[in-house]
């Protein structure tokens, strides 16, 4: 298994942010397959990523990237915190 990073994009009105989802599956589309199952996005094609969009509440929200990481203890607070490492390059 591996562990993969979702990001996506929320709107409200003059508001943003970014949100992610770790989720850990074999590959990108069953991670993407996952993801949309979470988001409750139904039946929705993994090749056409880029176009999913959704509601959450108020918010307005739509797919940003997908990276597989590494889950590793924060060498800062003594493992107290994990951090994600980008498992192709090796950067945050």
């Not at 509601?55 to 797919?63: I, L, P, Q, V, Y």
């Not at 607070?77 to 192709?88: F, P």
Request: charged share 30%.
């Amino acid at each position: 298994m591996m562990t993969f990073e979702i990001k996506y994009k929320s709107r409200l009105r003059e508001y943003s942010e970014f949100g992610y989802e770790h989720i850990q599956a074999r590959d990108e589309k069953a991670a993407l397959k996952k993801f949309a199952k979470i988001k409750k996005l139904g039946k929705v094609n993994p090749e056409k990523v880029d176009n999913w969009t959704w509601w959450d509440g108020d918010w307005f929200e739509r797919f940003w990237t997908i990276r597989p990481i590494t889950v590793i203890p924060c060498p800062h607070c003594e493992g107290t915190g994990k951090i994600s490492v980008d498992s192709s390059n090796g950067h945050n």
